[in-house]
């Protein structure tokens, strides 16, 4: 069976481009059932950015809850939290000692961060720890200690699987064949979900629209979407709208031909902006419901967790125990 492996990072609230990119697909995934499934909480990985205790654990529970709000099976799915696992962060240290620090200079998250402070004029690692400059090791053991063949996730996360890739090649060459190769999973028609403001839906932009929030506030994000001044009974185009992109992912087949052909009649931007919301709307009020339900429960998603965890190190101990015989750790 293929393994299909993705994270989420708690630094904010998931939102509908996490949604849309990552876990709609990696859930389309598990149901089929002809792959194994593991999918993660990257607590970690959120502790580069976030440092409040109250508010780093609260953004844990709050992946889970969506997760599990969303329809994810702890039956289908090995569904765990990072930092349950220790035998990633061992992995993650073996294999930071065979990665270069130029690899790690290339990678976005910290050459963007790099770049920014040399326009700004301040000094360049202004702001950088070293969790965030070696946080594509971290990813690369997330994903590599698994064997995990597909990774499904947005555009952003290609580099990062790219160089999780590079970093198996680099020791399958020193140690022998140890790694399987990933791939990265990207609906090209989703890879990016862009934001309020049209740039990339992000956490870091501020221009995000939370999964779960109440129907004023969705209400109120949605309208905040930019279009343009087409006037309100022209033609538009849905293939270029960002209000289509959305409304296709949350409204059934026959829907969506009716709202292309509201478009190309002429639909004012109000109207479409209350259609959408009504879509979505309508497809998260149950999933709303069931995630306030799980976190007035916390010891529920903690039961869910650590049965996850249990699991996730039974898969992972063998192969770590390779590794560590081929590094020359035992005999
Ligand atoms: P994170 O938490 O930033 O985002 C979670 C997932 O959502 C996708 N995504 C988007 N997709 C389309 N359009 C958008 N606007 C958009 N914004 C976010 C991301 O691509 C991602 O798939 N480093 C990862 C977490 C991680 C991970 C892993 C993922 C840690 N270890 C191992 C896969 C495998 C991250 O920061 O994702």
New binding site residues.
């Given amino acids: 069976k293929e393994i299909v492996?993705?994270?989420?990072?708690?630094?904010g609230k998931?939102?509908?481009?996490?949604?849309?990119?990552?876990?709609k697909p990696a859930l389309q995934l598990a149901g089929a059932g002809d792959c194994t499934s593991l999918y993660?909480i990257?607590d970690y990985?959120?502790l580069t950015f976030i440092q409040d205790r109250e508010e780093f654990n609260h953004l844990s529970y709050s992946?889970a809850g969506t997760w599990l709000a969303l329809g994810l099976d702890p039956d289908r799915v090995i569904f765990y939290r990072?930092s349950d696992v220790p035998e990633i962060f061992e992995l993650s240290w073996i294999l930071a000692c065979l990665t270069s620090k130029g690899l790690m200079n290339r990678a976005h998250?910290y050459k963007a961060i790099h770049e920014q402070n040399i326009q700004l004029g301040v000094d360049a690692d202004t702001g950088v720890n070293m969790g965030l400059f070696t946080?594509?090791v971290?990813?690369a053991a997330?994903?590599l200690l698994f064997q995990?063949d597909k990774?499904?996730?947005?555009?952003?996360?290609?580099q990062?699987?790219e160089i999780?890739r590079d970093i198996a090649e680099g020791f399958n060459r020193i140690y022998g064949d140890t790694f399987k190769l990933p791939d990265y999973m990207?609906d090209e028609s989703?890879?990016?979900?862009?934001?309020l403001d049209g740039r990339?839906?992000?956490?870091s932009y501020n221009n995000?629209i939370p999964l779960f929030e109440t129907p004023e506030n969705l209400k109120k994000l949605i309208s905040k979407i930019k279009t343009d001044s087409t006037p309100p009974q022209e033609p538009k185009d849905p293939d270029t709208s960002n209000i289509f992109l959305l409304y296709k992912e949350f409204a059934a087949p026959a829907q969506v031909q009716d709202f292309r052909n509201q478009y190309l009649s002429g639909i004012s931007w109000g109207e479409a902006k209350q259609e959408l919301f009504q879509v979505i709307n309508a497809a998260l009020e149950e999933p709303r419901k069931k995630y306030h339900e799980l976190m007035a429960e916390p010891e529920q998603i903690d039961a869910i967790l650590c049965e996850g965890a249990r699991k996730a190190r039974a898969l992972a101990a063998p192969l770590l125990a390779q590794v560590k015989s081929r590094i020359g750790r035992y005999k």
């Avoid at 998931?14 to 876990?23: E, K």
């Fill in positions: 492996l993705t994270g989420i990072k708690p630094t998931v939102h509908l481009g996490n949604y849309i990119g990552a876990i993660f990257a990985h959120g992946i990072q998250a946080y594509p971290l990813m997330d994903i995990s990774v499904p996730v947005g555009k952003d996360q290609i990062h699987v999780a990207v989703t890879a990016v979900i862009p934001g990339k839906m992000s956490k995000t």
